[in-house]
């Protein structure tokens, strides 16, 4: 299972990391003194908080009645871009793309590895059409990709909300996890594998 999220830091407040009671509602103390011993606070904060958001949709597969609790998430950087979240026994690592205006971070288990994940990033000057550009974006990449006519494949959410790509072809009916985020002008995709014929059964 993967996760990713995206933020668009021109949409998210820069100021956040000055307020404490805020800080303290979503970072542990050693987070909080990562993020203010840091040369760009307000990035620190938000990149910590895209690691929590995407390792969270992982654990969410695993744990469908677990609800986001950010400071349960503890998060440590082993670089700029890399990083372990912690959560219950579970570890989760991270790796973020920092873009000049925004933060892009897929998760995984640390257990099954990176795999061979593909993602994808789409920007647009109407926020409020970014989701449908991201799920158009998704399954052109995946036909493509594939092989396959796109209007066989589907974007959908489980009884649990979680997402997947249906494939429903002549013979057989498939499905593949799958993970988006949006938020303001960005929206992105985070899928693994890269190969039609690992599509798991339905």
Known sequence: MIGNDIIDLTFADLSAWQRNRYLDKVCSVNEQALI??????ARTLWLLWSMKESAYKVHFHENPKRRLNPISFGCTLTSDSKGIVHVDSEVYETISDLGSHYIHTIAFSAESGQLNIKTGLVT????????????????????QT???????????KDDKGIPFLHYRGSANSKTQPCSISH???????ALAPSNAAMFKSA
Do not use: C, M
Not at 36 to 41: A, T, V, W
Not at 146 to 155: E, H, M, N
């Open 36 to 41: 203010r011993d840091s040369e760009n606070p």
């Open 124 to 143: 647009t000057d109407q926020p409020s059409g970014i989701r449908k550009e991201i799920e158009k974006t998704l399954l052109q990449y995946t036909s």
């Open 146 to 156: 594939w092989k396959l006519d796109v209007a066989d494949i589907k974007f959908e």
């Open 183 to 189: 938020h303001g002008r960005y929206g992105a995709y």
